[in-house]
């Protein structure tokens, strides 16, 4: 009843930027907060950068200075501008939403999209 779907993801040079994009659909009453998380291999998922429908906002110590996020809530839409990438952020890039459904507004649920990958090399 709810998907969200990534884009943006690619090959990059060090150095370069990326913009990776998240939209959520569905049966949507209301979306609390959105962001990002990422999976290198044979590491843990980790918290990149995370967004509050108030544009609250939290960047992992990595990332910061770096990367930027921003929501458009009108679109339910979060959006994640990387810049100065390095080899380490090469990983696969998984959007999140913490929402409430249509129907089951009492309820606050943890959607996923599918990842994306982002590989930082030359």
């Known amino acids: 009843q709810v998907q969200l779907v990534e884009s943006g993801g690619g090959l990059v040079q060090p150095g370069g930027s990326l913009r990776l994009s998240c939209a959520a659909s569905g049966s949507i009453f209301s979306i609390d907060a959105m962001g990002w998380y990422r999976q290198a291999p044979g590491k843990q998922r980790e918290l990149v950068a995370s967004?509050?429908?108030?544009?609250?906002?939290n960047y992992a110590d990595s990332v910061k200075g770096r990367f930027t996020i921003s929501i458009d809530n009108a679109k339910n839409t979060v959006y994640l501008q990387m810049n100065s990438l390095k080899p380490e952020d090469t990983a696969v890039y998984y959007c999140?939403?913490?929402?409430?459904?249509?129907?089951?507004?009492?309820?606050?649920?943890?959607?996923w999209g599918q990842g994306t990958q982002v590989t930082v090399s030359s």
């Open positions: 999140y939403a913490n929402l409430r459904r249509r129907g089951a507004i009492w309820l606050r649920e943890d959607y």
């Open positions: 967004i509050s429908s108030g544009d609250s906002t």
